[in-house]
């Protein structure tokens, strides 16, 4: 692997982890803001998942379809069907639209904890995919 591809891989790595702090530090603020969280967890899921597909060179487009990107990674590893297991492609619908006022209605509280939950499993288990190449720890 090129120090090319490395450096964009933890480069996305990075990102997806701002998106991951920004959005745990605001559920533990006193008026937590769940749209944003929601938002901010679809993000660090679909870096994760563009990190995976950059460390094996497979070009994607610009999308925020979660599904879309774990069709791709299937393509690489089967075991990334267990994402389905775990309703990672249902955060697809926090990637714009929640972002502006036309959404309705707002996600609440408890789907801000969801949608925690279901990218922490998923950050997790790609964590653990890149770990393989020495990219993360």
Not at 31 to 53: I, R, S
Request: with cysteine; hydrophobic share 40%.
């Amino acid at each position: 692997m090129s120090e090319e591809v490395s450096e964009l891989v933890r480069e996305w790595v990075r990102k997806a982890e701002n998106d991951w702090k920004i959005a745990l530090h605001d559920m533990q603020s006193d008026d937590p803001t769940p749209d944003m969280v929601c938002y901010h967890m679809q993000q660090c899921v679909e870096k994760y998942l563009k990190a995976y597909l950059v460390l094996h060179q497979i070009p994607f487009r610009r999308t925020h379809d979660i599904a879309e990107l774990l069709e791709q990674c299937i393509g690489i590893d089967a075991e990334f069907a267990t994402l389905y297991d775990w309703n990672a492609d249902t955060l697809s619908a926090y990637g714009v639209e929640v972002r502006y006022p036309s959404f309705t209605p707002s996600p609440s509280l408890t789907e801000a904890q969801q949608c925690v939950q279901i990218a922490g499993q998923v950050r997790a288990f790609v964590r653990a995919k890149l770990a393989q190449s020495g990219l993360v720890e």
